[in-house]
């Protein structure tokens, strides 16, 4: 710290010690002292979480499938929302539609405003006419929950199954999910998320490796306490229990968390299975922007559901609690954004006592530690995928630590505003498919006559 001093005897009349009278350094110093505290709880339950997974050899075999799963017992409808994803959606619903598994439905769905979508659903519905239908929404304003809703009436599976238009799925996933399915009698079963493309940019970088950890470890995690905020896509939910609840809810801004929140608070069992060789691929948004909005509806999601009160219904204090903090993040994120302008003035040009200067270095330790562990999970990321990890990706990593962190509390104070203003609006993530990997192209000579099944609209 540039600027240390020795913590005096803190007098309102001014009679003894450095700080004597000085209200406005006490505050200041109660500033820096609660940003380390918060800092720390924050990083040090970060970093319980993501090794998870890795804290003994029973706890990462517990992450996967079953090396010998069952026959399948189970039928399946797969949603398919897309809204202008013209670029990626037909090979997605191309790659569902490969699933080995003999009993799926597959649903398009897309807005009665979105032609270039709604050419390339129908394309793919053409080429696979006996397993594709195309839903066509027609709410206003749109956003994925509804379209889920709206096609979720046209489902005929035992199992609901949920994926984005940019998905790209492995073949035998289904067999996998209707074993574990069977295994463990759960009402949920949450597949691997994987994002691919880490060398794309800095923030990719980090952002593919929050999902690892995410889907790898901490979900895992979640399952285990009963209490789960779900992903938004490769999660499957007995049909049943989707209509009991009326499906999804249509206002809120993170869907999969909240109906994950209502069937934990309901005492339904989830399951998560992360198995590197059968995760469904994903892409980071193309520019930071654009992952700034992600990440401010994300956040802005979490506090809806925490305002929603399903949490409170968790049968016992200690779950209550920790969906309180889960939830509450983004507040948490925020006030730590707010201060951190704060305690840089404060140690740059403020004559610190050598106390709180010491406090201030707390969070460093486990911060440092979460640090070495994203290096080794970037090279285990590296092996797992077969995907070459380069010097530079590893400087890029620990050098966009801080910068991520900063960036993550301004997209945490906008939810906030958001919220606070309530504002609602639904702002979509595009994609580019650069995480696809090429496909055959389908024969155009072997494309049926038959039209594709379309239901929800008169077209």
Known sequence: MPNRGDLGTISPTGSTGTMSGDWTAVVGYGVLVLLAIVLTAIALTTLWWMLHAWKSDGNLRKTGFSANPLPPAHSFTLLVPGRHEEEVMGQTLDTLAAQTHPNVQIIAIVGDDDPGTDRVVREAAARHPELITVVVDSSVPKNKPKALNTALAYATGDIVGVFDAEDEVHPHLLELIDSKFSETDAGVVQGG??????????????????????????????????????????VFIKRALLERNDGWDAECLAEDCEIGVRLSSQGEKVVVAYSPEVVTREETPGTLMSLFKQRTRWNQGFLQVLGKGEWKKLPTVRQRLFARYILAMPFLQAITGLMIPLSLVLILFVKVPTVIALITFIPLAPTLITVAVEIAGLGEFGRLYETRVRARDYVRLVLGTFPFQVFLAIAAIRSVLRQLRNETGWEKTAHAGVHLRPMESADPHQIPDREPETVGSAR
Do not use: K
């Open 193 to 234: 998320v994987q994002l691919m493309n880490f060398q794309s940019s800095w923030w990719s970088l980090r952002n593919v490796l929050e999902y690892y950890f995410w889907f790898r470890s901490r979900l895992h995690f979640h399952a285990g306490a009963r209490f789960i905020p779900l992903g938004g896509n490769t």
